[in-house]
């Protein structure tokens, strides 16, 4: 698997960016990960390929991102909005070998990762 992440940039605070991650093939989940400088990699969102495309989020980011999947590109998105200076990191994408009943939303469940895209928010 395959995982080719992109859209990354600098933006200012309150600014909006959209994550693109295209996958070679689909594997249930495609999750959104980020490092902050300093900081241990930590989950952002995820969305499940298939049904409904359920999603999940981290408190933090809740209400600003959205995370869409087109399965016919088989790529996943990751709408930011109203971002701020805490919102800097290396943004990485990722995804799970095996199917889970819940969402992944640990780094440990993931086994495919994408090479990362810098978002820098200045204020």
């Known amino acids: 698997v395959q995982l080719q992440a992109s859209g990354g940039g600098s933006v200012q605070a309150g600014g909006s960016l959209r994550l693109s991650c295209a996958a070679s093939v689909r594997t249930f989940y495609m999750g959104w990960f980020r490092q902050a400088p300093g900081k241990e990699r930590e989950f952002v969102a995820a969305?499940?390929?298939?049904?409904?495309?359920?999603?999940s989020y981290a408190d933090s980011v809740k209400d600003r991102f959205t995370i869409s999947r087109d399965n016919a590109k088989n790529t996943v998105y990751l709408q930011m909005n109203s971002l701020n200076a805490e919102d800097t990191a290396v943004y990485y994408c990722?995804?799970?070998?095996?199917?889970?009943?819940?969402?992944?939303?640990?780094?440990?469940?993931?086994?495919?990762w994408g090479q990362g895209t810098l978002v820098t928010v200045s204020s």
């Open positions: 969305i499940r390929w298939s049904g409904g495309g359920s999603t």
């Open positions: 990722a995804a799970p070998a095996r199917f889970r009943m819940t969402t992944p939303t640990l780094t440990s469940e993931y086994d495919y």
